[in-house]
């Protein structure tokens, strides 16, 4: 028999300290299409920011953004907030499920780093960062996590991305429906007057990824072949960023010439940075993507052209809807970047493919597949996890 009401407890870490993050954004498009038969509360490391949806309820317990305070929270805050209120199921967006919660847990992977990209990462000339843990807490964590993995009782994976999810959990992969924030969600007081403050340029190209050096490099490199054409006129607008970011972004940009076409942004909030979608004139994206929260799918629902490097995910999420680029050629992007803006034919009929291509995506449909998925779950008896650690 199905329960009247599930309580959800949902990780919100990166709503406090990467609000522009994949997992921010798709943790807030699940809020936002979440479905009426579930009470969802959330956890987080810090007073509720404004922009937070009002249909959750916000838990706080103070943590610094340290390794070892996201250590604490992932094993020992969120399964306490878990028996606090009596939550039926902890639903994470990262890998690291707590190893000894009581409640059940599932995950919904999202972020450029997860585990699942070393397939894109070693079709790129250039790898990505190594995100193997270097200090003790971070070994620990990475320990904890992967037992924590063995119990978790589902994955929730997009059906439209046919790679193969992560290993290493012992409950069901459920295949959900693509999910994105639409702008019907953006339009919410307060996020064009915060982005009239930012002084953004008429037309412009948009990243929003990975902050790397290797990544950003990568892009800058790509850049250069297109600045001199366009660059004037649609400059390339990276948003998201750390302080220690912008900065680094700054200084790239200048020792390669290009900081007159080059404007760094810092975080702002997921309604706002919407709102810098839907003013883009083309989305730049030569990244692995991400499982949920991903960027290319932002850009779709705003009916936006992209320009991306050719892979399975990144052609499994796009398909006729983005300019691929295969392989690591900077000039091919750079020329791909040049082509979408002055041939307007191509620009208007890769719109066109995206809004083709986001019109399925039925938020109401989501909701109803995320809730059989939670009813599946919370029907069946957990089962031991006796290869946690082997």
Not at 11 to 25: M, T
Not at 30 to 38: E, G, Y
Not at 114 to 142: C, E, M, S, V, Y
Not at 216 to 222: E, G, N, T
Request: aromatic content about 8%; some cysteine.
């Amino acid at each position: 028999m199905a329960r009247a009401l599930i309580t959800v407890l949902y990780d919100g870490w990166s709503f406090i300290y990467r609000p522009n993050s994949p997992a921010a954004l798709h943790m807030v498009a699940i809020l936002a299409n979440c479905p009426t038969q579930v009470k969802p509360c959330l956890g987080l490391p810090a007073d509720p920011p404004a922009w937070l949806p009002e249909t959750s309820l916000a838990i706080v317990w103070p943590t610094p953004n340290t390794t070892r305070g996201r250590l604490e929270w992932e094993q020992w805050v969120l399964p306490g907030m878990c028996r606090r209120i009596k939550a039926d199921l902890l639903h994470m967006v990262t890998s690291t499920l707590p190893l000894l919660a009581a409640q059940p847990g599932v995950i919904s992977p999202a972020g450029y780093g997860a585990g699942w990209q070393a397939r894109q990462r070693r079709k790129l000339t250039h790898a990505i960062a190594d995100t193997r843990p270097t200090g003790f807490i971070d070994r620990l964590r990475n320990a904890l996590a992967g037992g924590g993995m063995a119990r978790a009782r589902g994955l929730f994976w997009p059906e439209d991305l046919r790679t193969v999810p992560p290993t290493g959990i012992t409950g069901p992969v459920f295949h959900l429906p693509p999910l994105a924030l639409t702008e019907t969600d953006a339009l919410r007081p307060g996020s064009q007057a915060e982005n009239a403050g930012l002084n953004l340029p008429t037309g412009y190209f948009l990243y929003h990824g990975t902050a790397h050096p290797r990544s950003l490099q990568r892009l800058l490199d790509a850049w250069s072949w297109a600045a001199g054409a366009i660059g004037e006129a649609y400059p390339l607008l990276i948003v998201g960023l750390e302080e220690a970011e912008r900065e680094r972004v700054e200084h790239m940009a200048a020792d390669s010439g290009l900081q007159a076409t080059v404007q760094a942004l810092g975080q702002v909030s997921p309604w706002a940075l919407l709102e810098i979608y839907r003013g883009c004139s083309a989305f730049f994206y030569p990244e692995a993507v991400s499982p949920w929260g991903d960027p290319l799918r932002q850009a779709l629902a705003c009916g936006k052209p992209v320009v991306a490097y050719d892979s399975p995910a990144a052609d499994a999420i796009v398909g006729p809807a983005a300019y691929l680029v295969p392989g690591d050629d900077a000039r091919a992007l750079g020329a791909a970047l040049i082509t979408v803006v002055v041939e307007e034919d191509v620009s208007q009929a890769l719109s066109n493919n995206a809004r083709e291509r986001t019109s399925q995506w039925e938020s109401d449909r989501y909701g109803g597949r995320l809730l059989a998925a939670y009813q599946k779950i919370l029907a069946e008896p957990a089962r031991p996890a006796a290869s946690a650690f082997e």
